[in-house]
C-alpha cells in the first residue's frame, strides 16, 4: 500500500505561481510512475502531468505545457507540480497518483490516490 498526501494548494492570483508536494509514506515511489490530475466542481478528472520511475521522462496536458513543471525526488520519496502563470481555468483540486502499470494519461489506470489540495486562482 502507498498512502499520498499533497500539499502546497491555495488562493493565487493570476499569473502567480505554486509549487504542489505529494509525500508518499507505505512503500517507496521508485517502482511507481506518477502522475498529477485535477477535478473542478462538475468536470471530470483531467490529466495534468506525468513522470516516469527515473524521473527523466515527462509528459503534460497541452494547457499546462510551458507553465508547469512535475518532478520527482526518489531519495525523499516525493513528487512535485511548480505551476507558474496561473490562470483561473487552472482552478481545481489536484491530486496526486501512483501508477504501477501502464497508461500515463489514463486515471482509471493509477492504483493510488491522495485526497488532493485545492488551487484556486482569482482573476
Known amino acids: 500500500q502507498v498512502q499520498l498526501v499533497e500539499s502546497g494548494g491555495g488562493l493565487v492570483q493570476a499569473g502567480g505561481s505554486l509549487r504542489l508536494s505529494c509525500a508518499a509514506s507505505g512503500r517507496t515511489l521508485r517502482t511507481y510512475r506518477m502522475g498529477w490530475f485535477r477535478q473542478a466542481p462538475g468536470k471530470e478528472r483531467e490529466f495534468v502531468a506525468t513522470i516516469n520511475r527515473s524521473g527523466l521522462s515527462t509528459d503534460y496536458t497541452d494547457s499546462v505545457k510551458g507553465r508547469f513543471t512535475i518532478s520527482r525526488d526518489n531519495t525523499e520519496n516525493a513528487v512535485y507540480l511548480q505551476m507558474n502563470n496561473l490562470k483561473p481555468e487552472d482552478t481545481a483540486v489536484y491530486l496526486c497518483?501512483?501508477?504501477?502499470?501502464?497508461?500515463?494519461?489514463?486515471?482509471?489506470?493509477?492504483?493510488?490516490w491522495g485526497q488532493g489540495t485545492q488551487v484556486t486562482v482569482s482573476s
Open positions: 497518483a501512483a501508477n504501477a502499470g501502464s497508461g500515463p494519461y489514463d486515471h482509471t489506470r493509477y492504483d493510488y
